[in-house]
């Protein structure tokens, strides 16, 4: 290939790439995300190929891996085009019947389709599906259009008119005043105004400057960066060439975890073909504008996500943060402006570019436009990644996106921004998504992690389990945040243990506000929100578990025990064989008790016991019923009456 | 290199480009509290003791004091009700690891911190790296450095350059603020100096 020296020259092999493809010739598209590949797409992918070689298809049809659609819930994910048609959870052994009936004799496979939990009406197309429906995927909506490892299927979507428009059309300044105006806000999780950041770069004096990929995703159960940068790299590569075209940096990074094997694959191969094409390296498309990017693989520290921390790490020093200010944009890496924004941030330029910053700002509120991933996770039905406009309420995400909670469970409440966000009740559900009124209800926009949790969950509990997860990932510099996280998680393990004490509250407040106010990095200052959050909506629970040493959500394993209800004992025996500790005495027709000594609360019994009998109880805060006298405890099963 | 107009605890002082708000408040004779600052070392702005409320055209924030540049026009006030709470707090955490460190005990007095008011620690490092940085920065041996992170970790002697470099410098123990530093290097000692092999004495 050789390079490209002009705009025209972009265009024409678009043109061209364009020409050879057949928008009705079938398309087989398997989503080849880490989520589906985890759950067996590589197999179905090659069984797809084995097939259609196998029915001498090959000229007729076209295999693809793609990006992540995000429905990875059902994954593994294959949609058909043209028609469009969405199987979920599809095996190698469906292969032969989606080739050789929808492929062939058009007719759609009913039992791969979705099927809604409450009208069991089933959705065809991708569209129809109520997940995909009640989104606005107008940056994940491409994954499942392209091959990640294809700058071919990049360019037929429109892939790099942006930059080529900037470089020809528009003065850095320009670049900047439109991202200014666009009001897009850092999607990493502070939500600081992109535009003011590339203006204080720009303007920064110094002929070096850098911009930077911030891929350090490391929030418990969020991985929007992961599906963008292995999904649709070039995506994110145009808005960084586009982003150093404006500040004027010549050098680019891509800081991502080694963790992201697939990401860093992709983004690598998304390089090298960018400069194969003449779209990064000198000269980028005869413009005079010279711009290259190095993938950087950090270690995995969770700190190394904050921005100081990150340029520390790049410069193969230890990642610790570094005090503000300076701040990066006037001395950054190596003591250089530099630019450091998220993937998601990144990602957002192009379709500034393209669409202008006025289309891209009609979408949202007030302080807060266009939209946002979330990784919905936890006790929610439909589990993935979904990208909605800002302003939508977390009622419709959960409920609508979603799909509402599973088994009839109550909604608790949801934590968004992970080990830095905070928990929102259900009095707030109809909070719009905005980094503003996110912060007003205790919690914070972050990075896009979003755990929804149902009445089991104990928010003490979550509280210790984020604080948990911080004292491994503070770097343990300052003592704010290393101390007040060491005796938080101190703390909240004697609550949730019931070793809580009189003024353990109050210590938590003292050590929040202090950790929140004084600690040197975003880590730390934002590190008491989880406690103060669940704190604050639900205090009753603290003070059940302290004063009553009893959990109200069932759920803190020292605080529960776990018997059988004499009147509803059917002796059945099934908890009692399943009981991996041998802690349920009876037998036939002997009415079973659980031996609270030997228990060890894994719930088996709880879990196993048929609904019908729902003899085994969960109970807190109160002392278990002695066990019936052994003399008493034979029972006729009803059953057996007849006899 | 510029002088510098600023305001601390409203008295005007001169400072210059470059100077930390630390310096300037030390040289207009105005006392901040510190644990973690040298003077010869680079400024670390860890123990954080050293916080004040810095007001720059209205904009108030906490900052550390050590690390913080001065800047024209910038209002410090280095005590306030929510600062004397901050360093009493941090007083507490740290005194939960070293409740017999002077120079905390006389902190603990000024700030009205109770030792007992936190659960006990069993370091008694408070991790103000004065030993680590003063090996890397003034005697560049590199000989004690910190090691894990977050609440695992801790100050370690490299045992091999501790063995070659410390025995006849020692210069980093009166540094110490709580004498972790002595025992860490007893024990490092332990492990890399030979010991005459132990003789069973006679008759047993």
């Known amino acids: 290939m050789p390079r490209l020296q002009s705009p025209e020259a972009l265009e024409s092999i678009r043109k061209e790439l364009a020409s050879k493809r057949d928008s009705q010739r079938p398309c087989i598209s398997v989503c080849a995300g880490t989520g589906c590949i985890a759950a067996g797409a590589g197999e179905v992918i090659a069984a797809f190929k084995a097939e259609i070689e196998k029915q001498g298809l090959q000229a007729d049809v076209d295999t693809k891996g793609t990006g992540c659609p995000g429905f990875c819930e059902r994954g593994p994910v294959v949609v058909i085009y043209p028609e469009e048609i969405c199987y979920l959870q599809v095996k190698p052994q469906d292969v032969v019947d989606i080739v050789s009936q929808t492929i062939k004799e058009k007719k759609v496979i009913d039992r791969l389709l979705y099927v809604d939990p409450t009208t069991k009406a089933k959705a065809v197309r991708e569209s129809d599906i109520p997940f995909y429906r009640n989104q606005r995927r107008t940056i994940i909506g491409n994954n499942i259009k392209i091959d990640p490892k294809s700058i071919e ?19 850095p300044e320009q670049v900047v005043e439109e991202v200014k105006t666009s009001d897009l806000r850092g999607r990493g999780g502070a939500g600081f105004p992109t535009g003011k950041k590339w203006e204080g770069a720009r303007n920064a004096p110094g002929d070096t400057k850098y911009v930077i990929v911030n891929a350090d995703e490391g929030d418990p159960g969020a991985f929007m960066d992961r599906a963008l940068l292995e999904g649709n790299p070039h995506s994110v590569l145009e ?40 779209l990064l390296g000198k000269d980028i498309l005869g413009s005079n504008f010279d711009f290259s990017v190095t993938v950087h693989r950090g270690a995995g520290a969770f700190v190394c996500g904050e921005e100081t921390s990150l340029l520390m790490s790049l410069e193969g020093k230890v990642g610790e943060p570094r005090t503000r200010p300076p701040y990066p944009v006037t001395k950054g890496l190596w003591g250089k402006p530099t630019t450091i924004n998220n993937v998601e941030t990144w990602a957002n330029v192009p379709l500034i570019i393209n669409g202008g910053a006025e289309a891209f700002s009609s979408v949202g509120t007030e302080g807060s436009k266009g939209t946002k991933i979330f990784s919905l996770v936890g ?14 309420t977390l009622r419709d995400i959960i409920f609508e996106v979603g799909g509402g909670i599973p088994g009839g469970k109550k909604f608790k409440a949801v934590q968004t921004g992970g080990p830095s966000g905070g928990c929102i009740p259900e009095a707030h559900l109809d909070t719009p998504v905005d980094f503003d009124e996110l912060t007003r209800v205790g919690a914070i926009m972050g990075s896009g992690g979003m755990i929804v949790m149902d009445e089991d969950t104990c928010p003490v509990d979550v509280a210790r389990y ?6 491994d990932e503070s770097c343990g510099k300052c003592v704010p945040c290393r101390e007040g996280i060491r005796q938080m998680h101190t703390i909240l393990t004697a609550i949730t243990t019931g070793k809580g004490k009189e003024g353990d509250i109050q210590r938590l407040e003292h050590l929040a506000e202090v950790t929140s106010t004084a600690s040197l990095c975003a880590l730390g200052k934002s590190a008491p929100n989880p406690v103060l959050s669940t704190l604050r909506y639900f205090r009753d629970e603290y003070e059940a578990h302290i004063k009553e040493k009893r959990c109200p959500a069932l759920s803190c394993k020292e605080l529960i025990a776990y018997h059988i209800d004499p009147e509803k004992c059917q002796a059945c025996m099934i908890c009692l064989r399943k009981c991996s500790a041998g802690a349920i005495v009876g037998g036939k027709n002997q009415i079973h008790v659980v031996d609270q000594d030997k228990c060890t609360k894994c719930g088996t019994c709880f879990e196993v016991c048929p609904p019908r009998f729902g003899a085994v109880q969960k109970i807190s805060g109160e002392p278990v019923p002695a066990p019936l006298p052994e003399a008493e405890r034979t029972t006729v099963r009803k059953a057996n009456t007849n006899e | 290199m510029s002088d510098i107009l ?7 002082v001169t400072a210059r480009e470059g100077m930390t708000v630390l310096e300037a408040a030390r040289a207009a004779g105005i006392v901040i509290p510190t644990l973690c600052y040298h003077e010869k070392l680079e400024p670390y702005g860890a123990c954080r003791i050293c916080i004040v409320e810095a007001d720059m055209n209205g904009r108030k924030s906490l900052v550390a004091s050590c690390v913080h540049p001065v800047e024209a026009g910038l209002i410090v006030r280095t005590t306030s009700e929510q600062i004397h709470r901050i360093r009493k707090t941090i007083v507490e955490l740290l005194l939960a690891h070293a409740p017999d460190s002077v120079q905390l005990q006389a902190l603990a007095q000024q700030y009205g911190a109770d030792k007992d008011y936190y659960e006990k620690q069993a370091s008694f490092c408070i991790h103000c790296g004065l030993c680590v940085r003063y090996c890397t920065e003034i005697k560049k041996k590199n000989a004690v450095g910190f090691v894990d992170r977050g609440t695992r970790r801790e100050i370690n002697f490299v045992p091999h350059l501790a063995a070659q470099e410390c025995w006849n410098c020692k210069e980093c123990f009166p540094l110490c603020p709580t004498s972790y530093l002595q025992a860490a290097y007893v024990l490092v000692e332990a492990l890399t100096i030979p010991q005459p092999p132990f ?4 008759g047993r």
């Open chain 1, 153 to 171: 299927d990049y360019l037929v979507i429109g892939g790099y008119t942006a930059l080529a428009k900037v470089l020809f059309a528009m003065t």
């Open chain 1, 379 to 392: 006790k929610v039905n439909n589990t993935g990644l979904v990208e909605v406009p800002m302003g939508i």
């Open chain 2, 199 to 202: 003789k069973v004495a006679a």
């Open chain 1, 239 to 278: 808005g960084l060439i586009i982003g150093a075209y404006a500040i004027g940096a010549h050098e680019g990074y891509i800081y991502v975890r080694q963790e992201y094997p697939l990401a860093v694959e992709n983004v690598t191969l998304a390089i090298k073909q960018a400069e194969e094409y003449g």
């Open chain 2, 6 to 12: 600023l305001q601390i605890d409203g008295k005007e």
């Open chain 1, 466 to 471: 984020f604080v948990e997860f911080l004292t």
